[in-house]
C-alpha cells in the first residue's frame, strides 16, 4: 500500500466516533487484503508469538486483522512513547523498546504505523533484531 493511501485510511479511522463504527471500519478494511502468505514466517516464526510495534490506531487495526485471520498470538504491544509503557490495549501489554531487546528480540515483529516506519525499522535493527523476523 502506499503512503497516501495509508494517510486516508488513518484519517477515516481518527474520525470515526465510536467502537462499533470502528469494529465495522477495520471487517471492511479486511476485505481489501490478501489472505497470510504460508511460508517459514507464518509456519515456524509467528507462533513463538508476535509484538506488535506501535499501540496506536494502526497496531489495533493490525491485531484486528491477525484474529479475523485466526491468528491470536499477539503477546506484546511495543510502543516507543512512555506514557504508553506498562498500559494495555486491546487487553494486551505495552512494553518499551528497551525490554523488547533484553527479553524479546527472539519473536516477529510486525511494525504497525504509517509515520515512523523507517525509523522504527532502523531501531529494531540496530538492537539485533533479525531482519528476516520484522
Not at 504509517?114 to 520484522?134: D, P, Q, R, W
Amino acid at each position: 500500500m502506499n503512503v497516501h493511501f495509508i494517510a486516508r485510511i488513518e484519517k477515516m479511522y481518527k474520525a470515526l466516533q465510536d467502537d462499533i463504527s470502528r469494529q465495522l471500519f477495520n471487517y471492511r478494511l479486511d476485505a481489501f487484503l490478501p489472505p497470510p502468505p504460508n511460508n517459514n514466517l507464518v509456519d515456524e516464526i509467528l507462533p513463538k508469538g508476535l509484538i506488535l510495534y506501535g499501540a496506536g490506531w494502526a497496531g489495533v487495526i493490525n491485531l484486528n486483522i491477525l484474529k479475523s485471520k485466526g491468528f491470536y498470538n499477539v503477546i506484546y504491544f511495543c510502543d516507543s512513547a512512555p506514557a504508553k509503557w506498562g498500559t494495555e490495549v486491546e487487553n494486551i501489554s505495552v512494553i518499551s523498546p528497551k525490554e523488547l531487546m533484553e527479553k524479546h528480540r527472539d519473536k516477529a515483529v510486525l511494525v504497525s504505523t504509517t509515520n515512523f516506519y523507517a525509523e522504527i525499522h532502523g531501531s529494531l535493527i540496530n538492537m539485533c533484531v533479525a531482519s528476516s523476523k520484522i
